[in-house]
């Protein structure tokens, strides 16, 4: 190989795809600070706000550290390296509270109106 793999393709693709997931999670999670702290009244839409926020920003942190894992090789899983951490760690913001299916559950129930509590319940 002549040149590095930052020169290759497919390492650019899935670089701008990361990087993508990384400014749109960022916006989000701006966004969402700004009104909270601003105290902007989103009601009970606070509650479909929020868990929306943590479930988007912990999926787009697990998509690009996943990739970059693809991108590094087996080294990215390795104890020494610190992509064995990050993902251990958004694997972990996927499940805690509230887990993907809790969030899908309240985020559709209060966008239908639904009580939340409602039967069937899941979670």
Request: aromatic share 6%; proline share 6%.
């Amino acid at each position: 190989m002549t040149r590095p793999m930052a020169y290759h393709p497919e390492v650019q693709h899935a670089v701008a795809e990361m990087r993508m997931a990384l400014e749109t999670a960022s916006a989000l999670l701006e966004r969402m600070s700004i009104d909270w702290t601003a105290g902007v009244d989103h009601g009970v839409d606070w509650v479909v706000k929020i868990v929306t926020t943590k479930h988007v920003v912990a999926s787009s942190a697990w998509q690009v550290v996943d990739r970059a894992i693809d991108v590094s090789g087996g080294g990215g899983v390795m104890k020494r390296n610190r992509l064995e951490q990050l993902f251990r760690d958004v694997r972990m913001g996927l499940i805690h509270p509230a887990n993907p299916l809790f969030t899908h559950e309240v985020v559709g129930k209060l966008s239908l109106g639904v009580n939340p509590d409602e039967p069937p319940r899941w979670g």
